[in-house]
């Protein structure tokens, strides 16, 4: 009897040890790898350029053309952050003039470098070109490598997410991201320096003395 279920009793913790053994695997297969303290996942900054071509005549944009343009920044809600720039093959002076007091209406500078669009400018016409960048950081949150064990001191796929996420919804110009800002020349130390100075300098509102007043009425 005993030797009829040995080989059942053997098949039995075959299969159990063989099913222990995969869950260890399956368990380890989302084990984080990451053993530095730099996110797996980073901002992505991406770029892309709207475009409108306006006529022009020889004294430059009509009221109407420049009325339209204007329009169309609004339309775009033109903020900081964007690039404007203008692709004029006959490089009017009297149309970049107007194009640079429509883009001084949202705080902004008319660029120098204009980016390639497709198609053609026509003779008579002048392309304006809204370049609008966009930081997002794909597939964060992360929850794929969530595991009970963490043989590698690694760390979790989501980390970085949160903090990433936040600079690029935050930063004011993604560009910034790639490359960071150019200077003016002046440091924050200089710039602290000024209103420091500034405060020394200047002479108290009452060093002049007090004004003389008097309690009496007068008629």
């Known amino acids: 009897m005993i030797d009829k279920q040995t080989p059942k009793m053997s098949r039995t ?40 071509d306006v006529t022009t005549g020889p004294g ?66 002048v392309r304006v070109v809204v370049s609008r960048t966009k930081a997002t950081v794909p597939h964060c949150p992360d929850w794929s490598g969530k595991s009970d064990s963490n043989l ?14 936040n600079l690029a919804a935050m930063v004011a110009n993604p560009e910034h991201l790639i490359k960071g800002d150019a200077g003016m020349g002046d ?7 000024k209103a420091i100075e500034s405060y020394r300098t200047t002479a108290p509102t009452g060093a002049g003395g007090l004004k003389a007043s008097s309690s009496k009425g007068g008629n």
Request: charge should be negative; include cysteine.
């Open 152 to 165: 590698n001191n690694a760390t979790g796929t989501n980390y970085g997410c949160a903090t990433n996420s």
């Open 187 to 193: 440091t924050v130390v200089m710039s602290s320096t």
């Open 13 to 52: 913790f075959g299969t159990a040890l063989a099913l222990s053994l995969g869950l260890a695997l399956a368990g380890c297969g989302g084990m984080p790898n990451n053993r530095t303290l730099e996110s797996i996942h980073q901002p992505v900054v991406q770029r892309v350029d709207y475009t409108i």
């Open 60 to 125: 430059g944009l009509s009221f109407a053309e420049q009325s339209r343009l204007a329009g169309w920044f609004e339309a775009m809600d033109l903020h900081y952050g964007d690039r404007v720039a203008i692709d004029d093959p006959l490089q009017s002076g009297a149309t970049r003039g107007a194009v640079e007091n429509l883009v001084a209406r949202f705080g902004l500078l008319l660029g120098a470098d204009v980016p390639v669009t497709p198609g053609y400018v026509n003779s008579g016409t």
